[in-house]
């Protein structure tokens, strides 16, 4: 990192933008579509969890697909764990 040279103008700092919200209509299709994938996660922002899905969906041979579906659902049912993003921005209708 260098040092700016003394008289040299530096660049105003920029504002942080807020974050937009996430579609709880999108992450509730994509879970429903494919929640198998993590898909609806990945959106949301929880890669971990995303990670996990696809790995117990190739395991159990896409019996774990069903997890995805039903958070889709529970997402469009504006279940009470479905209510943010992982950054804690709640979800937009």
Do not use: C
């Not at 009470?80 to 979800?91: I, K, V, W």
């Amino acid at each position: 990192m260098t040092q700016p040279n003394v008289g040299e103008p530096t660049a105003p700092a920029q504002p942080v933008p807020a974050a937009q919200p996430k579609s709880r209509i999108a992450a509730g299709l994509l879970g429903i579509f494919l929640g198998s994938l993590g898909v609806h996660r990945f959106y949301l922002g929880y890669t971990k969890i995303g990670i996990i899905q696809i790995v117990v969906t190739l395991v159990t041979f896409g019996f774990g697909a069903l997890w995805g579906f039903i958070e889709g659902i529970m997402i469009l049912a504006r279940a009470e764990a479905f209510r943010a993003d992982a950054s804690g921005t709640p979800l937009a209708d």
